[in-house]
């Protein structure tokens, strides 16, 4: 009979150098057998709900953390026993098991790379290092995650040189940097009381004297679904996805000059067109909507400002502007808002467009929308027009320049070739940063895409 050994797993950066995850279930129990790369718990970060696949094949000993816990990075999350000899299966990537894929045998303190390709590594001592991506996630139609896509095969990591403490930047998180910037501290004089010295927001605060005093627990506290009979008001937790969008509006809003500008069309003809789309042979089975040829408006219309497809790059007093649109979409999940986006959708074809847009959306109401979708954006829609609204004022998603917001179709009395007729009238709004957009490129880019969808045929003037 072979030995046998414990080993930990710990849980890895699981994006842009997220500090935290929640677990929200485990799929598996003290006791359970299971295989390499089998799915063992679904967490979700600030970014997405991810599966975490096993790094191990053998028998759970310990689940550490309950669901709804929230974990830092580098903390033991589950324990496995395993042959003592067990090596990766010929399944695995290349070096899987063996390059400290989050995991450290009892007692031996190993290096924690992240789960999906990219973030901080995160040394024995807690601090994270930055690597370069080294693998693309393997994406099947449909948007929906390859099996084999939560794996990593991790490059070689070489031990990063060690910087004198003189030279060394506090460590923090950049919403933590702008807290102590607004109240004027230095963050070198801050203890840092998180993983490995991390300062962290409750930190800034205690150090200012400004610390928020702590939420008191009612005695019998509310479930997620509602208050108990009694209480005069509920708490709840601000974390996951809530936490991440708070922070990223308030960092939009405080950060980047706002301006938005309104334009009401007249998009009859917009869908009409649509109409016909429908029962062509190239669009059979394919969902199309207003918001399809408000996308493709869009990305006609950013050929000639492509002033609304860049970002204001303040730590080197840059302005980049992008030679591609990856299409972010506004999306209301259960979790609540997210904005994943299309990866190079200038270059699709409409009915492409199309299905790339439904898989978006899909993808998004179930849960499953990725990091690696979530990150890189160049400009976004907002839908209001589906919850009813006629136009309001969108607010940028960070590092963007821009984002347009649509409204609601509506039935009204419209001047039509010198009449009054009923038409479809559609009201848009844009909201742009006024750093790297000026009102002139900003009206233009604004008239474009009303001219578009007030007259589809426009498009030909534009390409």
């Not at 807290?179 to 991390?198: E, I, R």
């Not at 918001?291 to 204001?312: E, G, Q």
């Not at 002139?440 to 045929?457: K, N, T």
């Amino acid at each position: 009979m072979s030995a046998t050994m414990i080993k930990e797993f710990r849980l890895p950066d699981l994006g842009e150098g997220l500090t935290e995850s929640e677990i929200l279930s485990w799929k598996v129990d003290v006791g359970d057998t299971v295989s390499l790369n089998q799915v063992i718990a679904e967490v979700e970060t600030a970014k997405a709900v991810v599966e975490l696949p096993s790094p191990f094949a053998g028998v759970i000993k310990e689940l550490h953390e309950q669901p709804g816990s929230v974990v830092e990075v580098g903390k033991p999350i589950v324990s496995f026993e395993v042959a003592d000899d067990a090596g990766p299966s010929p399944s695995a990537p290349s070096g899987a098991a063996g390059a400290g894929y989050g995991e450290a045998a009892v007692d031996t303190p190993k290096r924690e790379p992240n789960l999906v390709g990219y973030g901080a590594v995160v040394e024995g001592s807690g601090r994270p290092t930055r690597r370069a991506r080294n693998f693309a996630p393997v994406v099947e139609a449909g948007g929906t995650m390859a099996p084999e896509a939560g794996l990593v095969e991790p490059a070689a990591v070489q031990p990063a040189p060690v910087e004198g403490k003189a030279a060394e930047r506090p460590r923090s998180t950049p919403p933590v940097r702008k807290l102590a910037k607004d109240l004027g501290l230095d963050l070198a004089q801050v203890p840092g009381t998180g993983p490995g010295g991390l300062i962290t927001r409750e930190d800034v605060q205690e150090f200012s004297g400004h610390a928020a005093e702590p939420a008191m627990q009612a005695q019998g506290a509310a479930s997620p679904g509602g208050a108990r009979p009694g209480e005069r008001e509920t708490r709840t937790a601000i974390k996951g996805v809530r936490k991440h969008t708070a922070a990223a509006m308030v960092q939009s809003a405080f950060t980047a000059p706002h301006a938005t500008e309104f334009l009401t069309v007249d998009v009859t003809p917009s869908l009409e067109l649509l109409a016909k789309l429908k029962t062509s042979r190239e669009f059979a089975g394919i969902k199309l909507t207003p918001l399809t040829l408000a996308a493709k408006a869009l990305l006609v219309a950013l050929r000639r400002n492509p002033a609304l497809n860049s970002r204001w790059d303040e730590e080197n007093q840059e302005i980049v502007t992008f030679n591609y649109v990856n299409l972010g979409i506004a999306a209301a999940t259960p979790r609540g808002l997210t904005v994943p986006n299309i990866k190079d959708a200038e270059a699709l074809p409409l009915p492409q467009l199309a299905q790339a847009l439904t898989a978006l959306a899909e993808t998004a109401r179930a849960g499953k929308t990725t990091p690696a979708d979530l990150s890189g954006g160049t400009i976004s829609i907002t839908n209001i027009g589906v919850f009813g609204i006629d136009a309001g004022t969108p607010i940028l998603n960070p590092g963007e320049a821009a984002i347009l917001g649509l409204g609601a179709v509506r039935t009204m009395p419209w001047e039509y070739r010198g009449e009054v007729a009923l038409r479809q009238v559609l009201t848009l709004s844009l909201s742009f940063d006024h750093r790297l957009v000026d009102g002139e490129q900003g009206s233009r880019f604004l008239a474009d895409v009303g001219a578009i969808l007030a007259e589809p045929g426009m498009v030909l003037t534009m390409v």
